[in-house]
């Protein structure tokens, strides 16, 4: 028997908010999981193979050769160059910030990254006193964080900006 849409009873307000709730957990979960595998494994593979590189290329150059030594140095800094995009997806996925001080301090890091990007946009980040020092439960901050950042991201990329202010206030 196919069941069609229509013949299904509308969820309700509470069956739409646990969800959503399980949706956001899952991300959670999945972009912690994600996190983690680039910074212990992936990220310490590379930095021992960068290590081992260069230790390697040293070594060639210290016997004179002048061939291999310098492209082994190539690769070492093209491995640097992986290890510095994995901190910024980490960054991305979950700032390390966010975790550590909050998200008034989360928020005002990631205003003042985009601020270095040398765009004709002016900034301006307010914080009361209350919200400045609070610290909500986990999902809170991090729902609040991610909605924050992608309307950032929205202003600067799509609305032709040539202001934005992040307003945050609140308390426990």
Not at 126 to 132: H, M, Q, R, T
Request: proline share 4%; aromatic share 2%.
């Amino acid at each position: 028997m196919v069941t069609h849409s229509r013949d299904l009873p509308a969820p309700d307000g509470a069956e739409i908010a646990a969800l959503r709730q399980q949706l956001f957990t899952h991300e959670r979960a999945t972009r912690h999981q994600l996190a983690q595998v680039l910074h212990d494994h992936i990220g310490q593979i590379l930095t021992v193979a960068r290590l081992r590189l260069d230790s390697i290329g040293d070594s060639l150059q210290a016997k004179g050769d002048k061939v291999q030594g310098p492209a082994l140095h190539e690769v070492s800094a093209q491995l640097c160059q992986a290890l510095t995009m994995i901190r910024g997806m980490l960054t991305d996925l979950r700032p390390a910030l966010l975790d550590e001080r909050g998200l008034a301090a989360a928020l005002a890091s990631e205003l003042g990254q985009h601020g270095l990007c040398n765009m004709p946009v002016r900034m301006t980040w307010d914080v009361d006193i209350e919200a400045a020092t609070c610290r909500w439960p986990p999902q809170v901050e991090y729902a609040a964080f991610m909605l924050a950042r992608e309307a950032l991201v929205n202003a600067l990329r799509h609305a032709d900006a040539t202001e934005v202010q992040v307003r945050l206030s609140g308390n426990a």
